[in-house]
Nanobody, 119 residues
Framework: QVQLVESGGGLVQAGESLRLSCVAS????????MGWFRQAPGKEREFVAR????????YYADSVKGRFTISRDNAKNTVYLQMNNLKPEDTAVYYC????????????WGQGTQVTVSS
């Protein structure tokens, strides 16, 4: 069973950047496709980005394409989400998880990390 711990969230102004981290423990994630998801207040959790096991292939939701970058360091069992040019509509709790194509999260959720973007 993989345990996932997200961090790096915070309160920023529109246009600023944040880098989220997701550290896995319990087993290696190097064989897994990983992704980031987010849940805004009053809304369902939605897909944000995914990355394949090697890190060579990425895919993004249209709403974040060109602003967010997903990456991974398998040696550190960690997945990252670099978020640039943040917008108020990016405000949400962000989670990582293993992903089954195309964008389905599988496995247990961590506690997430809160991102709040003020206008």
């Amino acid at each position: 069973q993989v345990q996932l711990v997200e961090s790096g969230g915070g309160l920023v102004q529109a246009g600023e950047s944040l880098r989220l981290s997701c550290v896995a423990s319990g087993r290696t994630i190097s064989d897994y496709r990983m992704g980031w998801f987010r849940q805004a207040p009053g809304k369902e959790r939605e897909f944000v980005a995914r990355i394949n096991s090697s890190g060579a292939v990425t895919y993004y939701a249209d709403s974040v394409k060109g602003r967010f970058t997903i990456s991974r360091d398998n040696a550190k069992n960690t997945v990252y989400l670099q978020m640039n040019n943040l917008k108020p509509e990016d405000t949400a709790v962000y989670y990582c998880n293993t992903v089954r194509l195309p964008t389905t999260a599988v496995g247990s959720w961590g506690q997430g990390t809160q991102v709040t973007v003020s206008s």
